[in-house]
């Protein structure tokens, strides 16, 4: 019998295509990234198999105890999650090609000084605090410029763009803000014109608002449970260390 997991990821992605039209994009220019958080590595399989390789995890844990299932299938890992300096030597043995969570100068230090130790480079997103919320990581829009300046003096770390997690809201002007403020950031950042930046990916866009995200200039856009399922965890889980 045919998967559910393939008629969630064809119904998605459709609808990301016909977003895309709607608002004079090339559907190509936005890649659907699988949140696979609690999944289980025979689940993602279907979706890898299926040719949908983008999947992200949020803990270096779990990335972890699904690493060895999952390296022999060709895919492409980010991660996504609030990612503590302790964990980057665990976080660094399993292929990660993007990190979308960075969100301060310390951390990104520590990473450049492990990379470099091991003569490797990685490709990463600044996490931004769009939605002002407490309960969010990510740097305030008002200190991105300076962190991406500071982050991008690191030989072994290269800034790709931007992430965020938009306002949880029924509202839709107050999220479709979170997202415009971040095209402006991007904005912002690509006239400050700095060496060894680039700004292509703007991370934003989940299950409820990727098509606002979208429209306002998305070119990935992270969804889990709309594929494969509800999780038995509540999200403060995974966004909030503190209130887990
Ligand atoms: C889990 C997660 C998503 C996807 O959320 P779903 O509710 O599973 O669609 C997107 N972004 C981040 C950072 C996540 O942790």
Same mark, same amino acid.
């Given at each position: ?59 270096v ?23 503590q300096?302790n964990k980057?030597?665990y ?23 492990? /990379? #470099?130790?091991?003569?490797?480079? %990685? ?7 769009? &939605?002002? +919320? =407490?309960?969010?990581? @990510? ?42 403020? /971040? #095209?402006?950031?991007?904005?912002? %950042? ?7 930046? &680039?700004? +292509? =990916?703007?991370?934003? @866009? ?39």
């Open positions: 019998m045919r998967d559910i997991i393939l008629d969630n990821l064809e119904f998605i992605q459709k609808k990301i295509t016909a977003c895309c039209l709607q608002n004079h994009r090339d559907p190509k220019e936005v890649k659907l990234l699988l949140a696979t958080k609690t999944v289980p590595p025979a689940r993602i399989q279907i979706a890898l198999s299926a040719g949908y390789t983008c999947i992200a995890e949020n803990k844990q779990e990335l972890g105890k699904k690493y060895d299932h999952l390296k022999n299938s060709p895919h492409n890992s980010h991660f996504i999650g609030h990612l300096s980057i030597k976080l660094l043995q399993y292929d990660v090609g993007c990190i979308q969570s960075i969100d301060r100068l310390d951390l990104a230090q520590k990473l450049n000084q492990k /990379l #470099k130790a091991d003569n490797r480079f %990685i490709d990463i997103l600044i996490q931004v605090n769009t &939605s002002r +919320e =407490e309960s969010k990581f @990510g740097v305030s829009p008002e200190k991105t410029l300076d962190l991406v300046r500071q982050i991008a003096l690191l030989d072994n770390i290269r800034i790709k763009g931007l992430m965020t997690i938009g306002l949880f809201s029924t509202n839709k002007e107050k999220v479709r803000e979170c997202f415009r403020l /971040l #095209k402006n950031l991007q904005l912002a %950042i690509i006239k400050a014109d700095i060496p060894h930046v &680039s700004m +292509e =990916e703007l991370s934003m @866009g989940m299950r409820g608002d990727y098509e606002i995200a979208i429209a306002e200039g998305a070119t990935i856009v992270r969804i889990g449970t709309a594929i494969f399922g509800a999780r038995i965890y509540p999200d403060s889980y995974y966004w909030n260390e503190t209130r887990a």
